[in-house]
C-alpha cells in the first residue's frame, strides 16, 4: 500500500513540474492542489493501518505496566506482624468427665429380720460409727443371757480346780477339763455378740444418707438396701485422656472443672492414674478429687475437665494463622530488614488460637500474620501495625 501511494505522489510531482515548466497560473493552482491531496491522503491512514497502530499502542501499553508493577512492589507490600516474645504457657488437654463421691455405700443387713428401729432421717449428716438400723435380736440376747450364766459357772468351777490342782488333790486332767469348758463358753459369747453385732447397721464412714427405701416393722433381708451413703466432700472426677498423653499425666496436676448448672470453674488434683491403657479406648484413666465443702457438686454429673499437663513460663507463642502447613514442614514470614523471609518451625502444643513453637523463632522476631498468599521470599514488606 506505501508503494503504491508513493507512486501516486511520483506522478503528481512530475506532472506539477511539466506545467510548472509550461507557465502560468493554472499550473501554480493544479500543482498546489495535487499536492495537497497526496498530503493528505499520507495524513489520513486506512482501517486497517487505524487497527494496527492500536494495538501497536496497546503492546507499548503492556510493556510499560511491569515497571509500574515494580516500582508498587518497592514501595513494599502492607502487613500486619505479631512479635514474639517469652510468655506463660501451661500445656493442658480438654476432655470429659464424670463426678463422683469420694465414698459411697449402700447399706445393707447381714442378718435377716424385721426391723424395730430406724435411727435417721433422709438425707441427714452423719458421723462415723453411728448407730443407723436395728433388727429385731431377741433370740440372740436370750442366747447371751444363758451362756453368760454358764460361763459364771464354768469360771467359778475353773477357779475351784485350780486350787486343787496347786494342793495336788486332783489331776491335771481334771483342770485342763475345766479351764477349757470356761474357754468355749467364752468363744460362745463372742460368736452370739458378732451375731447381733450384725443386727445392726452402723454408719461405715461420714457422710450425707440417702433416700430411705424401709420402714420400721417391715421385714428386712440382706439382698434389700436400707439407703444410700455418700461422703460428698472432696468429690471424685473420673476422665480418660488420649493414650499420647499417657507419658506426661502425672499424680499432683491440676484439673478445672466446668459443671453444668454451676458458674465459674472449680479447681481439684490428679491423686491417681490407671497404670494401663485400655485396649479398646486406646486412653488411660485418670482420677481426680476437687474440694467440695458446700456440697455443690453432686455424684454423676457431667464435667468438662481441663488437665494441666506442664507449664513453661519462656514458651514462644505466635498466632495459628501465622502457620503456613507444608508436605515436610511448617512454615512462618518474617519480617526482616523490610522483606519477608520464610522461617521453618517445629511446633507444639496448641491452644484455640496459639501455637507453640519450639524450634525456628527467637524472642523478638516479628511474625507476619497477614498477606499470607502474597508473600514470597524476600518480598519487601511494609509493617503496618
Same mark, same amino acid.
Given at each position: 500500500?506505501? !508503494?503504491?501511494? =508513493?507512486?501516486?505522489?511520483?506522478?503528481?510531482?512530475? /506532472?506539477?513540474?511539466?506545467?510548472?515548466?509550461?507557465?502560468?497560473?493554472?499550473?501554480?493552482?493544479?500543482?498546489?492542489?495535487?499536492?495537497?491531496?497526496?498530503?493528505?491522503?499520507?495524513?489520513?491512514?486506512? &482501517?486497517?493501518? &487505524?487497527?494496527?497502530?492500536?494495538?501497536?499502542?496497546?503492546?507499548?501499553?503492556?510493556?510499560?505496566?511491569?515497571?509500574?508493577?515494580?516500582?508498587?512492589?518497592?514501595?513494599? $507490600?502492607?502487613?500486619?506482624?505479631?512479635?514474639?516474645?517469652?510468655?506463660?504457657?501451661?500445656?493442658?488437654?480438654?476432655? %470429659?468427665?464424670? /463426678?463422683?463421691?469420694?465414698?459411697?455405700?449402700?447399706?445393707?443387713?447381714?442378718?435377716?429380720?424385721?426391723?424395730?428401729?430406724? !435411727?435417721?432421717?433422709?438425707?441427714?449428716?452423719?458421723?462415723?460409727?453411728?448407730?443407723?438400723?436395728?433388727?429385731?435380736?431377741?433370740? $440372740?440376747?436370750? +442366747?447371751?443371757?444363758?451362756?453368760?450364766?454358764?460361763?459364771?459357772?464354768?469360771? +467359778?468351777?475353773?477357779?475351784?480346780?485350780?486350787?486343787?490342782?496347786?494342793?495336788?488333790?486332783?489331776?491335771?486332767?481334771?483342770?485342763?477339763?475345766?479351764?477349757?469348758?470356761? +474357754?468355749?463358753?467364752?468363744?460362745?459369747?463372742?460368736?452370739?455378740?458378732?451375731?447381733?453385732?450384725?443386727?445392726?447397721? !452402723?454408719?461405715?464412714?461420714?457422710?450425707?444418707?440417702?433416700?430411705? +427405701?424401709?420402714?420400721?416393722? =417391715?421385714?428386712?433381708?440382706?439382698?434389700?438396701?436400707?439407703? %444410700?451413703?455418700?461422703? /460428698?466432700?472432696?468429690?471424685?472426677?473420673?476422665?480418660?485422656?488420649?493414650?499420647?498423653?499417657?507419658?506426661?499425666?502425672?499424680?499432683?496436676?491440676?484439673?478445672?472443672?466446668?459443671?453444668?448448672?454451676?458458674?465459674?470453674?472449680?479447681?481439684?488434683?490428679?491423686?491417681?492414674?490407671?497404670?494401663?491403657?485400655?485396649?479398646? %479406648?486406646?486412653?488411660?484413666?485418670?482420677?481426680?478429687?476437687?474440694?467440695?465443702?458446700?456440697?455443690? $457438686?453432686?455424684?454423676?454429673?457431667?464435667?468438662?475437665?481441663?488437665?494441666?499437663?506442664? =507449664?513453661?513460663?519462656?514458651? /514462644?507463642?505466635?498466632?495459628?494463622?501465622?502457620?503456613?502447613?507444608? $508436605?515436610?514442614?511448617?512454615?512462618?514470614?518474617?519480617?526482616?530488614?523490610?522483606?519477608?523471609?520464610?522461617?521453618?518451625?517445629?511446633?507444639?502444643?496448641?491452644?484455640?488460637?496459639?501455637?507453640?513453637?519450639?524450634?525456628?523463632?527467637?524472642?523478638?522476631?516479628?511474625?507476619?500474620?497477614?498477606?499470607?498468599?502474597?508473600?514470597?521470599?524476600?518480598?519487601?514488606?511494609?509493617?503496618?501495625?
Amino acid at each position: 500500500m506505501l !508503494h503504491d501511494m =508513493s507512486s501516486r505522489l511520483f506522478l503528481i510531482a512530475s /506532472l506539477t513540474l511539466t506545467l510548472a515548466a509550461c507557465g502560468g497560473p493554472a499550473a501554480d493552482l493544479v500543482g498546489a492542489d495535487a499536492l495537497t491531496r497526496s498530503a493528505s491522503d499520507l495524513r489520513a491512514p486506512t &482501517s486497517e493501518t &487505524s487497527g494496527e497502530a492500536d494495538a501497536a499502542d496497546r503492546r507499548a501499553a503492556e510493556r510499560d505496566e511491569p515497571a509500574q508493577n515494580e516500582t508498587s512492589e518497592a514501595e513494599g $507490600l502492607a502487613v500486619k506482624t505479631y512479635q514474639v516474645e517469652p510468655r506463660s504457657f501451661d500445656e493442658a488437654v480438654q476432655v %470429659t468427665g464424670e /463426678l463422683r463421691a469420694n465414698e459411697e455405700v449402700e447399706l445393707r443387713a447381714e442378718e435377716d429380720g424385721r426391723v424395730i428401729g430406724l !435411727h435417721f432421717d433422709e438425707g441427714q449428716r452423719v458421723a462415723v460409727g453411728e448407730l443407723l438400723v436395728k433388727i429385731n435380736d431377741a433370740d $440372740l440376747q436370750a +442366747q447371751r443371757r444363758r451362756a453368760e450364766v454358764e460361763r459364771e459357772l464354768a469360771a +467359778q468351777r475353773e477357779a475351784r480346780t485350780r486350787t486343787l490342782l496347786a494342793e495336788r488333790t486332783i489331776s491335771q486332767e481334771v483342770y485342763d477339763e475345766a479351764r477349757g469348758r470356761l +474357754q468355749v463358753l467364752d468363744a460362745e459369747l463372742e460368736l452370739i455378740a458378732a451375731r447381733i453385732a450384725r443386727t445392726e447397721i !452402723h454408719a461405715p464412714f461420714a457422710g450425707v444418707l440417702g433416700l430411705r +427405701q424401709v420402714s420400721e416393722g =417391715s421385714y428386712l433381708t440382706s439382698s434389700q438396701a436400707v439407703a %444410700t451413703l455418700q461422703s /460428698l466432700d472432696p468429690i471424685k472426677i473420673d476422665f480418660a485422656v488420649p493414650e499420647k498423653y499417657a507419658s506426661t499425666v502425672r499424680t499432683g496436676a491440676d484439673v478445672e472443672l466446668e459443671v453444668a448448672g454451676h458458674d465459674g470453674t472449680f479447681t481439684g488434683r490428679v491423686y491417681a492414674v490407671e497404670p494401663r491403657i485400655d485396649a479398646n %479406648t486406646r486412653t488411660i484413666q485418670v482420677r481426680a478429687q476437687a474440694p467440695n465443702p458446700q456440697r455443690r $457438686l453432686l455424684p454423676g454429673a457431667f464435667a468438662k475437665v481441663r488437665l494441666v499437663l506442664g =507449664s513453661d513460663d519462656e514458651a /514462644l507463642l505466635v498466632p495459628s494463622i501465622a502457620l503456613i502447613p507444608g $508436605l515436610e514442614a511448617t512454615t512462618v514470614y518474617v519480617a526482616e530488614a523490610g522483606t519477608a523471609q520464610p522461617r521453618q518451625v517445629r511446633v507444639g502444643r496448641r491452644t484455640a488460637d496459639r501455637v507453640q513453637i519450639l524450634e525456628g523463632l527467637e524472642a523478638g522476631d516479628r511474625v507476619i500474620v497477614s498477606g499470607l498468599q502474597q508473600l514470597r521470599p524476600g518480598l519487601a514488606v511494609k509493617v503496618d501495625d
